[in-house]
């Protein structure tokens, strides 16, 4: 089965703080996303990688930047944590335009 | 642009009772099209999916769905349902070309009652 790996489930951060959201596949899957999700939006997606050190905005980079720097592992970064970035973030991974599979996503709290 | 459409917010339905869960989507060519489960605290799980082929596709958890083109719909159903499951319901659009990720509704979530 393939298992994707979010490094924490829940965070409490402060305002200001850089953030590192970390998330590894063990399916060898060329494609590997972050999505928010919140109440009454469903997942949005915020950034996307098909390749190593290849990467694509979603629908909400502001704020947010990424690093792929080996296959498997796909981080999300916060440069300054605000509170309106309190959310679930969840990560996938998928191959070609096939199905995704996610992690169990990482509950961040920024006060 | 694509995009997906769950009318539903919310449903209530009584535990053996039928359930349809519907999905519209928006799209120039036939996509890719998914439905997922997510538990409360939980990531999202794959209950079924639909490339190509028969119109009727079977999941998991007895689940099942129908794409019907005419109406650019994908709408989830199951025949009972079991209070297990009480969840929060994504229907996803994949593009067959271009980019690689999912586009998802907003959400349907289910109540179960005794």
């Known amino acids: 089965d393939v298992k994707v790996t979010q490094s924490s489930r829940y965070l409490v951060k402060r305002t200001g703080e850089k953030v590192f959201l970390e998330c590894v596949q063990d399916?060898?899957?060329?494609?590997m996303f972050w999505y928010r999700q919140d109440p009454g939006l469903g997942l949005r997606l915020i950034y996307f990688?098909?390749?190593?050190?290849?990467?694509e905005k979603g629908d909400i980079p502001e704020g947010y930047s990424v690093s792929r720097e080996k296959k498997e592992r796909f981080s999300l970064i916060l440069e300054s944590a605000s509170t309106n970035q309190t959310s679930m973030y969840l990560c996938?991974?998928?191959?070609?335009?096939?199905?995704?599979?996610f992690g169990q996503g990482t509950r961040l709290t920024v006060v | 642009a694509q995009s997906v459409t769950q009318p539903d917010i919310h449903i209530t339905v009584s535990e053996g009772a039928s359930l349809e869960l519907r999905c519209n989507y928006s799209y120039g060519a036939t996509p890719y099209l998914f439905w997922y489960v997510q538990s409360p605290g939980q990531g999202l799980q794959l209950l079924l999916k639909y490339f190509s082929g028969d119109t009727l596709v079977q999941g998991i958890k007895g689940f099942e769905a129908e794409f019907k083109r005419s109406q650019s719909s994908f709408n989830l159903r199951k025949p009972s349902v079991h209070w297990s499951d009480a969840a929060e319901y994504f229907c996803a659009v994949g593009l067959q070309t271009g980019a690689n990720n999912l586009f998802f509704g907003t959400g349907t979530r289910l109540t179960v009652i005794p």
């Open positions: 996938a991974s998928s191959f070609m335009n096939t199905e995704a599979f």
């Open positions: 399916m060898d899957h060329e494609n």
């Open positions: 990688s098909y390749d190593v050190k290849m990467k």
